[in-house]
């Protein structure tokens, strides 16, 4: 299983960015699938996340600036990030929980890609 993330880059304070990721591969089922993200020297947190039912989940510092969603067929998330600040700027992660055809229950991450917003 893979998951292919794109869509970093630089951008000015205020701007906006879209992360699409698509998970490939031995995939049965996936459950959850969720933006991350990391600082140097911090703990990876979670940005937000979306169930295969539909329900989301966001970090309260980017509810009402970032939307998550989701295309079960096609196997990807993307997040659309408007109105960005400094303290945006992060690696993004994209997270699957899943079930692969070998009916295991498992946790994917992407390579991650950079997000750099300037003041």
């Known amino acids: 299983v893979q998951l292919q993330a794109s869509g970093g880059g630089l951008v000015q304070a205020g701007g906006s960015l879209r992360l699409s990721c698509a998970a490939s591969?031995?995939?049965?089922?996936?459950?959850?699938m969720g933006w991350y993200r990391q600082t140097p020297g911090k703990q990876r947190e979670l940005v937000a996340v979306?169930?295969?039912?539909?329900?989301?989940k966001y970090a309260d510092s980017v509810k009402g600036r970032f939307t998550i969603s989701r295309d079960i067929a096609k196997n990807t998330v993307d997040l659309q990030m408007n109105r960005l600040k400094p303290e945006d700027t992060a690696t993004y992660y994209c997270?699957?929980?899943?079930?692969?055809?070998?009916?295991?229950?498992?946790?994917?991450w992407g390579q991650g890609t950079l997000v750099t917003v300037s003041s």
């Open positions: 979306t169930t295969r039912t539909g329900s989301t």
């Open positions: 997270n699957a929980e899943l079930i692969t055809t070998l009916s295991l229950r498992q946790s994917f």
């Open positions: 591969g031995s995939i049965f089922s996936i459950f959850d």
